[in-house]
C-alpha cells in the first residue's frame, strides 16, 4: 500500500510516508484508556506490553446479554496487483464512524508470517487508516498462531505415537488424513514422507503440510464460542479412518484435553487501536481462498455487545470471503449482517479491464468500465444474501474525475451507490462521508439476511450452487471418488454442513489469469476434506495449494532491522 498517494501529496511536493512511518510515530494510548472506550474495566484487559492486551473470558461472559450493536462487513473485487486496500478502508470506516459520534469497534484478523515474508508484507492497514503496533501484528503479536500451530502438531505427534505404541484405536496408517502445519510458506513440505529411519522412529507413510492458517483448528478457533465449545470442537476433529473406513477422532486419543490447554489464551481476543486511538479487536486468522477468511466468533460477537457498529472484513473478494462469512461464519454464529460495504479502486478495475499494471497510471475510461463488469458481479453476489451493499472507491493519486465518475454512473446503474473515499491520506476526515451513508443503511432496516443455501441439500448440491450463483459457472465436476466420498460423510451425518470453497482469490473461475467476470466456466473439484470439528467440508478447486510457495523475490529480502534497532521492510 506505500505507494498510493493523495492528490494533495503530489502536487504539495510533501514528502510521503511510508506505512510503518506512520504506524511508528503513531501517539498511541495505553491499552487501558482503549478499553474504558468500550467500558471494559481494566482488571478484565490481560496486558501484553502498554499497547495491546487480551480481554479476558469472564467479562466476554458478563456480557452475553447484552443487546447487539450493527454489523458492517466490509468486502471487495477481487484482488488484482493494483491494490484494493480492504483492511485499510476497514480500519477507516470504523475510524470515520467514530469521528461522527458512533461507538464502533473493528473487528480484523490477525496476519500470517507466511504472506508477511512471501507477498503481502503486512497486513494492518495502510497510510492513515492503520492499526498498531503494526509491527507487532505483523509478526508474533500476542502469540495465537504458534498456540494454534503448536496445538495441530500436538494431535500430529499423537497420532503417530498412538499408532507406535501397539495403535488400539486401529487407525488405518495409509488413510491418516491429519497433515502438520507451520506459519511459513514452503512448499518443499507440501508432501513429505515421514517416520523413516528404522523401527524406533514408527511406521513410514506419506504426508505433508500446511500452512498454519489453513489449519482446522485455526477454524475452530475462530468459530468456538467459549472454551467448552472449543474443547467440544477440538474432539470432534477427525484424524483418519479404520481399515473399516469408520473414523477415528481426536477425542479417541485422548488430546482434545491437552489441545485445549494450549489454546486456553489464544481464544481470548486481542484489543488494540488505530491510529486515530479507536478500539479493535485483532484476532484468529483463517484464510479466505484455503480457509473461512474471517476474524474470530468471539471477537465479532463480543465487540457486538459492547460497541453501536462493529465493522469487520472477510479476505480477498466477495466471491471467497464474503461467501464464507454469509454461508459459514452468520450461519454457524447466528450473525445477521446490516449492511456491506464493496471495496473497489481504479486501478484494479483497470487491470480487469485489460490494462497491464505498468500502464495503470495513464487515464483509461474505457478500461475502467469494462472492468466495472467484475464489480458489479461482486454487488450482485452480495444483494443474493439480502444486505444491502454500497460501494467505497479507495483513492489514488492517479485516479482522474472522468475514471472516477464512470465508476459511480456505473454502480448508479446497478441501482447503489459509490462514495469516494480518502482515507489512506487523509484518515477519518476523508472518510466521512461513507460513514454516514453506512449509518443510514444500517439503521434503514432493509437487510434481509439469509445464507445462500439450505442446510438439507447434499453437499454437492451446495457446492454446485455456490458454483453456480457465486461463481457463474456452468458446472461443478467431480471424480466418482470424489461423489462417493461426499455420500459417505452425509450417511455418516455430516449432509447438514456448509461448504468451504478453496479457490484461486484472483478470478471467478479457477483460472488465476482470469479477470473480468467469466460466465460459462467448469469448475473442477479435486479433492474434499472434512473439516467435522470446525463444522463444515472444504471442497478444493482447481490448483490452489494448501501450503502457499514463495514467490521469486520474497518481501523477506526487503525486511531488516535498521541501525537504531527498527524493522524495516514491513508495509
Not at 464502533?104 to 507466511?114: F, Q
Amino acid at each position: 500500500m506505500a505507494e498510493i498517494k493523495s492528490g494533495a501529496e503530489m502536487k504539495s511536493g510533501a514528502e510521503v510516508k511510508s506505512d510503518i512511518e506512520i504506524a511508528r510515530a503513531a501517539k498511541k494510548k495505553p491499552i487501558q484508556e482503549i478499553g474504558a472506550r468500550l467500558d471494559i474495566p481494566s482488571e478484565h484487559l490481560l496486558p501484553y506490553g502498554h499497547d495491546k492486551a487480551k480481554v479476558s473470558a469472564e467479562f466476554i461472559a458478563e456480557t452475553r446479554n447484552n443487546t447487539d450493536g450493527k454489523l458492517i462487513l466490509v468486502t471487495a473485487i477481487n484482488p488484482t496487483p493494483a491494490g484494493e486496500g480492504k483492511t485499510t478502508t476497514t480500519v477507516g470506516l470504523g475510524d470515520g464512524l467514530n469521528r461522527i459520534g458512533k461507538k464502533a469497534a473493528i473487528c480484523i484478523r490477525e496476519a500470517s508470517l507466511g504472506p508477511c515474508f512471501g507477498v503481502k508484507g503486512g497486513a494492518a492497514g495502510g497510510g492513515y487508516a492503520q492499526v498498531v503496533p503494526m509491527e507487532d501484528m505483523n509478526l508474533h503479536f500476542t502469540g495465537d498462531f504458534h498456540a494454534i500451530t503448536s496445538a495441530h502438531n500436538l494431535l500430529s505427534a499423537l497420532i503417530d505415537n498412538h499408532i507406535y505404541w501397539g495403535n488400539a484405536e486401529e487407525i488405518d496408517t495409509r488413510r491418516v488424513t491429519w497433515r502438520r502445519v507451520m506459519d511459513m510458506n514452503d512448499r518443499a513440505l507440501r508432501e513429505i514422507v515421514c517416520s523413516l529411519g528404522g523401527v524406533a522412529n514408527g511406521f513410514p507413510r506419506e504426508a505433508g503440510f500446511d500452512i498454519t492458517v489453513a489449519s482446522e483448528v485455526m477454524a475452530i478457533l475462530c468459530l468456538a464460542t467459549d472454551l467448552k465449545d472449543l474443547e467440544k470442537r477440538l474432539g470432534d476433529i477427525i484424524v483418519g479412518y479404520r481399515r473399516d473406513k469408520s473414523p477415528v477422532f481426536a477425542r479417541d486419543i485422548k488430546a482434545d484435553g491437552a489441545m485445549t490447554v494450549l489454546l486456553k489464551d489464544a481464544l481470548q481476543p486481542n484489543l488494540v487501536q488505530t491510529l486515530e486511538n479507536n478500539p479493535a479487536f485483532v484476532h484468529g486468522g483463517p484464510f479466505a481462498n484455503i480457509a473461512h477468511g474471517c476474524n474470530s466468533v468471539m471477537a465479532t460477537t463480543t465487540a457486538l455487545k459492547i460497541a453501536d457498529y462493529v465493522v469487520t472484513e472477510a479476505g480477498f473478494g466477495a466471491d471467497l470471503g464474503a461467501e464464507k462469512f454469509f454461508d459459514i461464519k452468520c450461519r454457524k454464529a447466528g450473525l445477521k449482517p446490516a449492511a456491506a460495504v464493496i471495496v473497489a479502486t481504479v486501478r484494479a478495475l483497470k487491470m480487469n479491464g485489460g490494462v497491464k499494471k505498468e500502464d495503470l497510471g495513464a487515464e483509461n475510461v474505457e478500461a475502467v468500465k469494462a472492468g466495472c463488469a467484475n464489480l458489479g458481479r461482486h454487488i450482485e453476489n452480495v444483494k443474493q444474501f439480502g444486505v444491502p451493499a454500497i460501494v467505497a472507491i479507495n483513492h489514488f493519486h492517479t485516479d482522474t474525475d472522468a475514471e472516477i465518475e464512470a465508476v459511480k454512473a456505473y454502480v448508479a446503474e446497478q441501482g447503489e451507490e459509490a462514495i469516494l473515499c480518502r482515507h489512506w491520506a487523509e484518515g477519518s476526515a476523508g472518510i466521512e462521508e461513507l460513514a454516514h451513508k453506512v449509518v443510514a443503511l444500517a439503521e434503514s432496516g432493509v437487510s434481509q439476511f439469509a445464507p445462500l443455501y439450505a442446510d438439507e441439500i447434499s453437499l454437492f448440491e451446495k457446492i454446485e450452487t455456490v458454483v453456480k450463483r457465486i461463481y457463474r459457472g456452468s458446472e461443478a465436476v467431480a471424480d466418482k471418488s470424489v461423489r462417493n466420498q461426499l455420500k459417505q460423510w452425509e450417511e455418516q451425518g455430516y449432509g447438514h454442513l456448509p461448504v468451504c470453497m478453496a479457490k484461486t482469490q484472483y478470478s471467478f473461475s479457477t483460472d488465476p489469469n482470469l479477470r473480468g467476470a467469466p460466465t460459462g466456466h467448469v469448475v473442477p473439484i479435486r479433492e474434499v476434506r472434512l473439516s467435522a470439528g470446525a463444522g463444515f467440508v472444504v471442497a478444493i478447486c482447481g490448483e490452489i495449494m494448501t501450503m502457499p510457495g514463495l514467490p521469486k523475490v520474497p518481501s523477506s529480502e526487503h525486511i531488516f532491522l535498521n541501525d537504531d534497532g527498527q524493522i524495516e521492510g514491513l508495509s
